[in-house]
């Protein structure tokens, strides 16, 4: 194992409305507890937040601050106690939805990660299409599973997320997001097979993995997208193509095909865009003379009534309160680092999935190289060229990576993937998806595959050598005031004189 140096690049956000700047000598992150590994970053996937946050002013608790929300790299150190999981020289996607703890922060060399926040890659997922999942798949995820009730045990051995949480005290479970993990949804409302969801903004990541993953459960889905930006991609997508596309250009024109498709059947919708469009998607669950009814008191407290629908949020709730017929949800994100019982799940369910095809990663739409590449990324998204995909950042030059180590009496792959046997990645427009097959229920039965039946490949020996990122819209930037000082003082802080301590912002 390459030796660890005690100092490292990072890249800096010194004030709101600012580009990162590149920073030497800061210190190499620590390790804290046995359940804690460093990582050496390879690859960087930018999200919009990134860009988003520092433009507008939210989402930034210090200053200076690291950003980044997930990445790709190598176990580079443990605890030598660790029965961790995870092994040195393993390859991980790390996914940081913790962005308080600078130490997990993306935007550096080394990172610090909870091995039940880290999922291994597998051979025939490349690490640049790796590094397009993270928090996306994290806040799809929890928006079935636990917004929705889906019980995805069933694809794969996946987590029954509710039944998960209801097991756990629910003093352990954060205060803010203890009634939507535990009260969000009735028992006899949870999302089956056949039920219909509408997806709004169905062109974003977070999205697309939500389509996947709702189909694999058997749902049905609509996606509600500027059909003269992705209509012909997704009509024609083998993985997204859903069962009903519709175009938002006009909202009350896609509300009336939403009600005369589906009509009374839906129950469920997902909003990734904003609270515009969330608002959109009430009038398409409420009954049309429940849309201009008012309100009731907000804590009023539900009856053994009628059926409920439901509307998750992914970046904003309608202003108005529901109608009384819909329950409005907002994706616990952090029961995803606080909770390491329902991180353990989401991941080690992401290894299978990659593993055996069931899933497939975003487009990769754009590679940049370094650091200084981060802000010739993200001023790429800011200007709109990024859509439908992910944008990548490199830390090295194509072709220096070491080589995942495999264990030849291990089978390989369930399915085969167009990214795999080490075929070189184009540099730009890269697709991952697009070669990958339609699953339904019934291939998946066709397939054989069954609760828990999927084998995964084994992690090799520690290499020689380790060469050298909320939804991705859904990280708020509000702290309970008695949480706020203790997470401050477990930041760890720069060498470098240079660089001022950080400071919380007024």
Not at 218 to 239: Q, Y
Not at 309 to 332: D, N, S
Not at 439 to 450: C, V
Request: with cysteine.
């Amino acid at each position: 194992m390459a030796e660890i140096p005690e100092t490292q690049t990072v890249l800096i956000l010194h004030a709101a409305k600012q580009p990162y700047e590149t920073a030497e000598g800061y210190q190499v992150p620590e390790i804290q507890d046995e359940r804690e590994v460093l990582v050496k970053t390879e690859h960087i996937g930018l999200n919009p937040i990134d860009w988003k946050a520092p433009d507008f002013n939210f989402a930034i608790p210090t200053l200076p601050y690291i950003s980044g929300r997930e990445l790709v790299g190598r176990v580079v150190r443990r605890q030598q106690s660790s029965q961790s999981r995870l092994r040195d020289g393993d390859r991980v996607l790390v996914i940081s939805t913790d962005y308080r703890d600078l130490r997990k922060a993306a935007y550096q060399q080394y990172v610090v990660t909870s091995d039940f926040n880290a999922a291994r890659i597998p051979p025939n997922v490349s690490p640049r299409a790796g590094a397009t999942l993270g928090v996306a798949f994290v806040a799809a995820v929890l928006s079935l599973g636990v917004c929705m009730g889906i019980d995805f045990s069933g694809v794969l051995g996946g987590p029954d997320l509710l039944r998960l949480l209801r097991e756990i005290p629910a003093e352990s479970l954060p205060q803010d997001i203890r009634a939507e993990c535990l009260s969000g949804i009735r028992d006899h409302e949870r999302a089956v097979a056949g039920d219909w969801v509408v997806i709004w903004g169905g062109s974003s990541t977070s999205a697309n993995l939500a389509v996947q993953l709702a189909r694999l459960a058997g749902l049905k889905v609509v996606t509600v997208v500027d059909k003269l930006r992705h209509g012909l991609r997704l009509s024609n997508h083998t993985v997204l193509r859903p069962d009903l596309l519709v175009d938002s250009h006009d909202p009350l024109r896609a509300i009336d095909i939403i009600r005369a498709n589906v009509g009374k059947n839906l129950r469920f919708a997902l909003d990734t865009s904003g609270r515009e469009s969330a608002g959109w998607l009430l009038r398409a669950l409420a009954p049309a003379q429940d849309a201009g009814a008012p309100p009731s008191p907000p804590d009023t407290p539900r009856n053994s009534s009628p059926t409920l629908k439901h509307l998750i949020g992914l970046t904003g709730l309608p202003k108005e309160q529901a109608p009384e017929a819909v329950a409005y949800h907002t994706v616990p994100i952090k029961v995803f680092h606080e909770v390491p019982a329902v991180g353990e799940a989401l991941v080690t369910w992401l290894e299978r999935l990659l593993e055996s095809g069931l899933v497939s990663p975003p487009e990769l739409l754009g590679v940049e190289e370094g650091f200084d590449g981060i802000n010739r990324g993200l001023d790429r998204m800011r200007r709109g060229e990024i859509r439908g995909g992910r944008m990548v950042v490199s830390l090295e030059p194509e072709g220096t990576e070491q080589a995942v180590t495999r264990d030849p009496s291990v089978a390989p792959a369930l399915v085969d993937s167009p990214m795999a046997g080490g075929v070189e990645e184009p540099q730009r427009s890269e697709s991952s998806v697009a070669s990958s097959p339609e699953f339904t229920s019934q291939k998946l039965a066709d397939t054989g595959l069954r609760r828990g039946s999927a084998t995964l490949w084994q992690g090799g020996p520690a290499v020689s050598s380790v060469p050298r990122s909320v939804p991705d819209e859904q990280l708020s930037s509000e702290e309970p005031a008695s949480n706020a000082k203790e997470r401050r003082n477990s930041l760890w802080q720069p060498k470098s004189a240079a660089i001022v301590a950080e400071k919380p912002l007024s």
